[in-house]
């Protein structure tokens, strides 16, 4: 079983910068694709950043592109998204998740996901 907990989410204000993680516990160094999404207020989920594991690709929303960056520690077995320049349109719930084998675009089929992180940007 593997357990993920995300960390860093705050208030901060507009154009500021915040570095979330997310722990997993287990054996998730052999999962093939980690992902980023959030959910913003009266909103529906929706996905941040995909990091494919065999490939070495990723991919970024298109809305944060520039701004945001997903990488992979494999010694700390912890994910990152690092974000710059936020705006009001960022403040979400931001979950982490992990597929043994696919990157599924929809949040209800990935096989491991965490709790969330909240991040709010005051303009």
């Known amino acids: 079983q593997v357990q993920l907990v995300e960390s860093g989410g705050d208030s901060v ?7 979330l993680s997310c722990v997993g ?3 998730i160094y052999t999962y093939a694709c980690m992902a ?4 913003a ?5 929706e996905a941040v950043a995909f ?15 520039g701004r945001f ?6 010694a700390e077995n912890t994910l990152y998204l690092q974000m710059n320049s936020l705006n009001a349109e960022d403040t979400a719930m931001y979950y982490c998740a992990y597929h043994p ?9 990935w096989d491991f996901k965490g709790q969330g992180t ?6």
Request: aromatic share 10%.
């Open 51 to 65: 990091l494919a594991r065999d490939q070495d690709s990723t991919y970024i929303l298109e809305s944060v592109k």
């Open 25 to 27: 516990a287990g054996k």
């Open 118 to 123: 909240e991040v709010t940007v005051s303009s």
């Open 69 to 74: 960056t997903i990488s992979h520690d494999n």
């Open 41 to 45: 207020p009266g909103k529906d989920r």
């Open 36 to 39: 980023w999404f959030r959910q």
């Open 13 to 19: 204000q507009a154009g500021g910068s915040l570095k």
């Open 101 to 109: 084998y696919i990157c599924p675009v929809d949040f209800r089929y």
